[in-house]
């Protein structure tokens, strides 16, 4: 009889230690699993980040394309003084000598230009609790890129009020110069971020390279039919004014000569008569 409850105890103690064995394997797996889990999700939501700040970096490869093109225009020699000192200078000199047509173009181009970009800017920002998700060295590098991106909205504002002036004098140098100035400082900042959300979501060097030659590329076709688009309004614009003044030349000439023709014909009759 002692045998047999020994045996039950035992037995009952052995099931009951199973069954705790076995419900903690199963929390640690659904622990592990869930950890994966989350680990997939921010990756997600880096390489989102990531693609999205690509546009930025690929931007900046563009600019410093267009510096360097404008640079050799110029001949700017750097002495004394920097890059962007010298092409603020130079683009300032070449506003004061601008049309107002040509300031209006360029205000046409680069109001909605200035929108796109005040937007996509708006368009990335995370909340605090997505920024609780984040490590810390992604926090840092985020509030840089933050304040860089209220600095050149700012900026570009004021760049954009002073193109509503038409006033080529009230583009100077210093102005430009600060502009690109904050600029510089969004971009180097826009590189950084980018890099620590490259790593957050574990993408290769290759793929990161792929993603901003296609960004690259991208953003030179727009800028290449912007301009394409641009050139070809002008030359219908010439058009539609030649046709214009032809059109008012022919109605000018017209009642000369209707007059010619009334005068020669009451001088000879016999030119109307049947």
Same mark, same amino acid.
């Given at each position: 009889?002692?045998?047999?409850? %020994?045996?039950?105890?035992?037995?009952?103690?052995?099931?009951?230690?199973?069954?705790?064995?076995?419900?903690?394997? =199963?929390?640690?797996?659904?622990?592990?699993?869930?950890?994966?889990?989350? %680990?997939?999700?921010?990756?997600?939501?880096?390489?989102?980040?990531?693609?999205?700040?690509?546009?930025?970096?690929?931007?900046?490869?563009?600019?410093?394309?267009?510096?360097?093109?404008?640079?050799?225009?110029?001949? &700017?020699?750097?002495? =004394?003084?920097?890059?962007?000192?010298?092409?603020?200078?130079?683009?300032?000199?070449?506003?004061?000598?601008?049309?107002?047509?040509?300031?209006?173009?360029?205000?046409?181009?680069?109001?909605?230009?200035?929108?796109?970009?005040?937007?996509?800017?708006?368009?990335?920002?995370?909340?605090?609790? !997505?920024?609780?998700?984040?490590?810390?060295? %992604?926090?840092?590098?985020?509030?840089?890129?933050?304040?860089?991106?209220?600095?050149?909205?700012?900026?570009?504002?004021?760049?954009?009020?002073?193109?509503?002036?038409?006033?080529?004098?009230?583009?100077?140098?210093?102005?430009?110069?600060?502009?690109?100035?904050?600029?510089?400082?969004?971009?180097?900042?826009?590189?950084?971020?980018?890099?620590?959300?490259?790593?957050?979501?574990?993408?290769?060097?290759?793929?990161? &390279?792929?993603?901003?030659?296609?960004?690259? !590329?991208? &953003?030179?076709?727009?800028?290449?039919?912007?301009?394409?688009?641009?050139?070809?309004?002008?030359?219908?614009? !010439?058009?539609?004014? !030649? %046709?214009?003044?032809?059109?008012?030349?022919?109605?000018?000439?017209?009642?000369?000569?209707? =007059?010619? &023709? =009334?005068?020669?014909?009451?001088?000879?009759?016999?030119?109307?008569?049947?």
């Amino acid at each position: 009889m002692v045998i047999d409850s %020994t045996i039950s105890i035992v037995a009952l103690v052995s099931g009951l230690i199973g069954a705790l064995l076995s419900a903690y394997l =199963g929390y640690v797996v659904r622990i592990k699993v869930k950890d994966r889990e989350e %680990t997939k999700r921010q990756q997600k939501l880096a390489h989102v980040h990531f693609i999205q700040l690509t546009d930025f970096v690929a931007s900046d490869f563009l600019m410093k394309e267009i510096i360097s093109r404008i640079s050799a225009e110029s001949k &700017l020699k750097n002495e =004394g003084f920097d890059l962007s000192h010298g092409i603020a200078a130079y683009l300032a000199t070449k506003f004061v000598e601008l049309e107002p047509d040509a300031i209006a173009q360029i205000r046409a181009v680069l109001k909605p230009t200035v929108a796109v970009v005040i937007d996509s800017m708006d368009k990335f920002l995370l909340a605090p609790a !997505q920024l609780a998700e984040l490590s810390s060295e %992604t926090v840092y590098f985020y509030n840089r890129y933050g304040t860089a991106s209220l600095r050149l909205k700012a900026g570009l504002r004021l760049f954009e009020a002073i193109l509503e002036q038409e006033n080529p004098n009230a583009i100077d140098a210093s102005s430009l110069h600060s502009l690109f100035q904050s600029y510089r400082v969004f971009a180097d900042a826009s590189g950084l971020l980018r890099a620590a959300f490259r790593s957050a979501s574990a993408v290769s060097e290759n793929y990161s &390279l792929k993603c901003l030659q296609r960004s690259y !590329q991208a &953003l030179q076709k727009d800028v290449r039919e912007m301009f394409e688009h641009l050139s070809k309004l002008e030359k219908a614009k !010439q058009i539609v004014n !030649q %046709t214009a003044e032809a059109n008012i030349a022919v109605e000018m000439d017209a009642p000369q000569a209707a =007059g010619t &023709l =009334g005068s020669s014909t009451s001088n000879n009759p016999s030119a109307v008569a049947p």
